[in-house]
């Protein structure tokens, strides 16, 4: 394999931390679902940068608690450090003040344990669907049948059967965007961090994959962390919605939603719950429009 392919493919793998989650283990949705150690955990955390100028608070006085199992959406405006947080659970950023934790374990690096989707799907060109998925195991070395298992698994959950074979340019957006959720759950993360992995898809492709990761998120069990700027896609999918300010983004409210966890799309967004969270979100945010 030519050298520049050879790195490129070892930087699209680590692009992503690696990934943990377990299909035979039964969903328990929702907050306080958790026993023991939360599974996420943010402690008076604060995120300062030096800028040519000054200094900038990103983040100040975060602390949050996420259950296993538990899918927590968070929301607010441009620049308020949504991603910044994704990053400082991955191991990504160093808290400048605080303590983020992990299963009861200090995040004191990149942590390879994860799984990270991001609103690129990040693909190789010169690699089918499959051959994608299956990047981090070669990188990783893990055993090729296990492997080749879980990613026919994972192919079947997203809708990806027969398109196997099929390299990026032939997928859609939001075909591309299964190949990446399949990639960051291969290895079976306790954890999944999503930024914003919608946020580049038409609406009605928004929406089907908005209810296939509702059907994914209830067999894995999986711990979710969604960045989006949806309100309707945040209250639709979370157990729980981050609700923050603008910068230095602190957390505003933390917004209960109170819906079951298996959802049907339209009649979800019928429901008086669904309605409420959203219309308190749009609130905070001084939104003036009941679109997103």
């Known amino acids: 394999m030519p050298k520049g392919r050879a790195t490129s493919e070892r930087a699209a793998a680590e692009e992503a931390?690696?990934?943990?989650t377990s299909?035979?283990?039964?969903?328990?949705?929702?907050?306080?679902?958790?026993?023991?150690a939360a599974s996420v955990q943010l402690d008076d955390v604060q995120v300062r940068f030096r800028s040519k100028k000054r200094d900038v608070t990103a983040l100040s006085d975060i602390s949050l608690d996420v259950s296993p199992g538990e899918f927590v959406a968070i929301v607010g405006p441009s620049g308020c450090g949504k991603s910044t947080l994704l990053k400082l659970v991955a191991g990504l950023l160093t808290a400048s003040s605080g303590e983020v934790l992990l299963g009861g374990e200090r995040v004191k690096g990149p942590r390879h344990d994860i799984?990270?989707?991001?609103?690129?799907?990040?693909?190789?060109?010169?690699?089918?669907?499959?051959?994608n998925i299956l990047l981090q195991a070669e990188m990783r070395r893990m055993p090729a049948a296990r492997a080749r298992a879980r990613a026919d698994e994972l192919i079947r959950m997203t809708g990806l059967t027969g398109f196997?074979?099929?390299?990026?340019?032939?997928?859609?957006g939001g075909m591309q965007q299964r190949v990446a959720l399949c990639r960051a759950l291969l290895h079976e993360p306790p954890v999944l961090l999503m930024d914003e992995p919608f946020g580049a898809l038409d609406a009605l492709t928004r929406e089907q994959l908005n209810t296939e990761l509702n059907r994914i998120w209830r067999t894995t069990g999986t711990t979710v962390l969604l960045v989006t700027h949806s309100i309707s896609e945040a209250v639709y999918l979370a157990d729980r919605v981050v609700v923050m300010s603008p910068r230095p983004g602190t957390i505003t409210e933390i917004i209960e939603v109170g819906l079951p966890a298996e959802r049907d799309y339209g009649e979800t967004l019928g429901r008086p719950e669904f309605r409420a969270a959203a219309a308190r979100i749009r609130e905070l945010l001084g939104a003036v429009s009941a679109q997103d």
Do not use: I, K, M
């Open 23 to 36: 299909v035979e283990r039964a969903p328990t949705a929702g907050a306080g679902a958790g026993v023991g």
């Open 115 to 131: 799984g990270y989707v991001f609103q690129r799907a990040a693909l190789l060109e010169w690699r089918s669907a499959l051959r």
């Open 17 to 20: 931390p690696a990934e943990r």
């Open 164 to 172: 196997e074979d099929a390299y990026p340019h032939e997928l859609s």
